[in-house]
Structures are given as C-alpha cells and as structure tokens.
C-alpha cells in the first residue's frame, strides 16, 4: 500500500511499514516543515493514504469535499503499538483484503 507518514510519527513506524513491503514515505525526508494542506495535496497527488497523529488533518480532508486521501490516526500508543495498530488496520482494510 502506498503511506504517507506525518512527521509526527517515529521512524520506528515508518521503517516497520517500509520492512513490510508497503511503499511509504515519510514527510520528515521528503518537507519536514510540510503543512497539513500539503500533505494532503501530496497524498493525493501520489495517491497515498496519511498516517498521523494530527487531528486536524482527518478534518481538513473532510471538510475539503474531495475524494481521499484516507486517514489513520494513531493517537496515545507507544511506538512499538503505532507499528502494530497501523500492521493490524492495513491488514484489515487494504484493497487485497477486501478482494480489491
């Protein structure tokens, strides 16, 4: 699956996501200083989905009225849970789960 990691997010994610085979990029490599708007314009644009801890972005997605980028928040895990959590949610609801 095609991520985009917020910067807020630790590496150990980012790498973990990397080491199981999805393409991801993390915004700390790519625009450190990224704005929430350009995280989600690049999102789009590469369609990726973001993986954050921000509120505000799932927000301005929302309130946005366009189609994607999807959203997961991870919010009050430790590093090592964020990895499993985000593991676990694409499992669940990547395209090849569902039989896309």
């Keep these: 699956?095609?991520?985009?990691?917020?910067?807020?997010?630790?590496?150990?994610?980012?790498?973990?996501?990397?080491?199981f085979g999805h393409d991801a990029t993390w915004?700390?490599?790519?625009?450190?200083?990224?704005t929430d708007t350009e995280i989600i314009r690049k999102a789009r644009d590469e369609r990726r989905a973001i993986i954050t801890l921000d509120r505000d972005i799932p927000a301005l997605v929302l309130r946005s009225e366009q189609s994607g980028p999807?959203?997961?928040r991870l919010i009050r895990?430790?590093?090592?849970?964020?990895?499993?959590a985000a593991l676990e949610a694409l499992r669940r609801h990547s395209p090849a789960a569902r039989g896309n």
Excluded at 27 to 34: I, L, M, T
Excluded at 77 to 84: E, G, P, R, T
């Design 77 to 84: 895990l430790s590093s090592q849970m964020q990895v499993l």
């Design 27 to 34: 915004v700390r490599d790519w625009q450190p200083s990224a």
């Design 70 to 72: 999807s959203v997961l």
């Design 1 to 19: 699956m095609r991520l985009l990691v917020d910067a807020c997010m630790s590496r150990q994610l980012f790498e973990a996501l990397a080491d």
